[in-house]
């Protein structure tokens, strides 16, 4: 068998025990899945799934956000009625 080495890092417990389910359900043990996870990343020199920040705060929306706000304090803004969401009429919720 090859040598291996121990790697410790920290998970919150419901995601440990998520993990731990999901590999039993699969036949694998956590460190099965983790040794297919780093052999994967260091085969591709990829992360083997997208990682992607929360879309609606890169810098160019805060940027646009901190405009509106500027506008409306300098008084360049108009109020309007407040617009109602129709979508459960629709169904849709």
Same mark, same amino acid.
């Given at each position: 068998?090859?040598?291996?080495?121990?790697?410790? =890092?920290?998970l919150?417990? &419901?995601?440990k025990?998520?993990m731990?389910q999901?590999?039993?359900?699969? !036949?694998?043990?956590?460190s099965?899945? =983790?040794?297919? =996870?780093?052999?994967?990343?260091?085969?591709?020199?990829?992360?083997?799934? &997208?990682?992607?920040?929360?879309p =609606?705060?890169? &810098?160019?929306?805060?940027a646009?956000?901190?405009? !509106?706000?500027?506008?409306?304090?300098?008084?360049?803004?108009?109020?309007h009625?407040?617009? &109602?969401?129709?979508?459960?009429e629709?169904?849709?919720?």
């Open positions: 068998m090859a040598q291996t080495v121990n790697v410790n =890092f920290k919150d417990p &419901e995601v025990r998520g731990e999901a590999c039993a359900d699969m !036949g694998l043990s956590m099965a899945a =983790f040794t297919i =996870f780093a052999k994967k990343v260091s085969r591709e020199r990829r992360m083997p799934f &997208e990682v992607s920040a929360d =609606f705060y890169p &810098e160019s929306n805060m646009h956000l901190r405009r !509106g706000i500027a506008a409306l304090n300098a008084g360049k803004g108009a109020a009625e407040p617009i &109602e969401d129709d979508a459960d629709q169904g849709m919720v």
